[in-house]
């Protein structure tokens, strides 16, 4: 801070590029401020950008699902944001060309405490048909009987998803279903998570793995 007199510019109160100028008791005084230098498009930024952008692509397909996966959500805004949250790190981005990519196998469409379900899933591509087979588990803190596993299917070329609802903990078992219309099997993805009959937690999700015949 300095304390100056100009004939020049009288008595003056402004700021002109790191200086400002101003009055304190009859006596004009200048004050210096440090240059702020920011790039908004630090190969960092343009990362998060690139990630945030691929994630907010994938929402309106995920969008009927989501309620499911985020109970304790309030609205499809936060379970939104959930979403997109959970799977920043199953983007990844290119260091040069800044494109980013989606790790299908990493994506997550559910967030809970609840231990997740155990099925296996096989496809016949020659008749389109898929079955769900699930394990029976034992009751424990994140275990109820009662807990239904939920699959959910997304063909990624067509933007497509669908929710299965199979059988519970206690009981398991076989849950045959057939392919929706239109969708190619390389082209499919599968989630697996549990959900309790309140609707109120959920477990974290499992990318379920097909095998797949008939091909």
């Not at 995920?62 to 199953?90: E, H, S, W």
């Amino acid at each position: 801070m300095a304390i100056f007199e100009s004939f020049l510019l009288g008595n003056v109160t402004k700021s002109v590029s790191n200086l400002t100028m101003y009055i304190a008791k009859g006596v004009n005084v200048v004050r210096g401020k440090p240059l702020k230098i920011h790039n908004p498009r630090t190969n960092k930024q343009k990362t998060q950008r690139a990630k945030m952008k691929a994630l907010m692509e994938l929402v309106p397909d995920f969008i009927p699902v989501l309620p499911y996966g985020y109970p304790k959500t309030a609205g499809f805004v936060r379970a939104q944001n959930c979403f997109v949250q959970d799977n920043m790190a199953a983007v990844t981005v290119d260091d040069m060309s800044f494109e980013a990519t989606v790790n299908f196998e990493q994506l997550v469409c559910s967030s809970g405490h609840l231990k997740a379900p155990v099925v296996s899933l096989s496809i016949d591509a020659a008749s389109r048909s898929m079955t769900f087979t699930q394990s029976i588990q034992q009751p424990m803190l994140t275990v109820d009987p009662t807990d239904v596993a939920w699959v959910v299917g997304y063909e990624k070329a067509l933007g497509e998803v669908a929710l299965y609802e199979l059988g519970n903990r206690a009981t398991g078992g076989e849950f045959p279903f057939e392919l929706p219309e239109d969708w190619d099997v390389e082209q499919c993805v599968f989630y697996l998570f549990a959900r309790n009959v309140a609707g109120t937690d959920v477990s974290r999700t499992v990318y379920l793995e097909a095998e797949i015949t008939g091909v």
